[in-house]
Every structure is written in structure tokens, then in C-alpha cells.
């Protein structure tokens, strides 16, 4: 059974390192489209980032560009998402979710990825 658990949000300080981790249990992430996507209140969801298979391709949207990072962990099978200036903007819950259906991440993953989705995670900056 495949399975995604998304860990690291809670109440962060704007300006302080903000680290969220997916891991995924039942498939190697180094084999897959995997990427993030969060909801803040009131609001649509929106992509945040992906990566491609074996470390290759990434995306960003646009506002996320310059701010977040994201990589795999191939030990731990997590995909990771790190930014070091978190803004009050960034509070959302956050999001992983893989897309089997594509070969490489690009801006087409975020109109619905094909695949399992975890639970999210709650993260609030505060000013």
C-alpha cells in the first residue's frame, strides 16, 4: 500500500528556516514525478514545487521561485521542501502528492497529479 505522510509544519517565526518532509511508504520517490501543493484558509489549492525522477527535473511556481527548495532524500524516501524566509503568505496546509502518469516534473503537474496524495501538514507563520 502506497502511503504519504507529510511532517515538519507548525508555528514558525517569519524569517526562520522552515524544513517540510514527505515520506513515502510503498514506492521509491526516486521513481516518480513527486511535488507539494498547499491550501491556505479560504483559498484554492496551488502547486508549490515538483521533482523529477532520480533527482532530474524540478519546478517552481512562480512566486515560490528563489524562496523554496525541494530534493529527495533516497535514504529516508522522503521529498523535501525547505525555505529559510518563510513569510505570514506561506501559511497553508502543505501538501505531497506523486504523479505516476508523467516522466518529469513540469508546470503540467500541478493541474492534477495522478497518483496518491498524503494528509498535509499545518504550517502558520507568524509575523
Known amino acids: 500500500e502506497v502511503q504519504f505522510v507529510e511532517s515538519g509544519g507548525g508555528l514558525v517565526q517569519a524569517g526562520e528556516s522552515l524544513r517540510l518532509s514527505c515520506a513515502a511508504s510503498?514506492?521509491?520517490?526516486?521513481?516518480?514525478?513527486i511535488g507539494w501543493f498547499r491550501q491556505a484558509p479560504g483559498k484554492e489549492r496551488e502547486g508549490v514545487s515538483c521533482?523529477?525522477?532520480?533527482?532530474?527535473?524540478?519546478d517552481y511556481t512562480d512566486s515560490k521561485k528563489g524562496r523554496f527548495n525541494i530534493s529527495v532524500d533516497d535514504v529516508k524516501n522522503t521529498v523535501n521542501i525547505q525555505t529559510d524566509s518563510p513569510k505570514p503568505k506561506d501559511t497553508a496546509v502543505y501538501y505531497c502528492?506523486?504523479?505516476?502518469?508523467?516522466?518529469?516534473?513540469?508546470?503540467?503537474?500541478?493541474?492534477?497529479?495522478?497518483?496518491?496524495w498524503g494528509q498535509g501538514t499545518q504550517v502558520t507563520v507568524s509575523s
Open positions: 502528492a506523486e504523479d505516476w502518469a508523467k516522466a518529469y516534473c513540469s508546470s503540467y503537474y500541478y493541474y492534477w497529479p495522478q497518483g496518491f
Open positions: 510503498g514506492l521509491p520517490v526516486d521513481d516518480y514525478v
Open positions: 521533482i523529477g525522477p532520480s533527482n532530474g527535473t524540478t
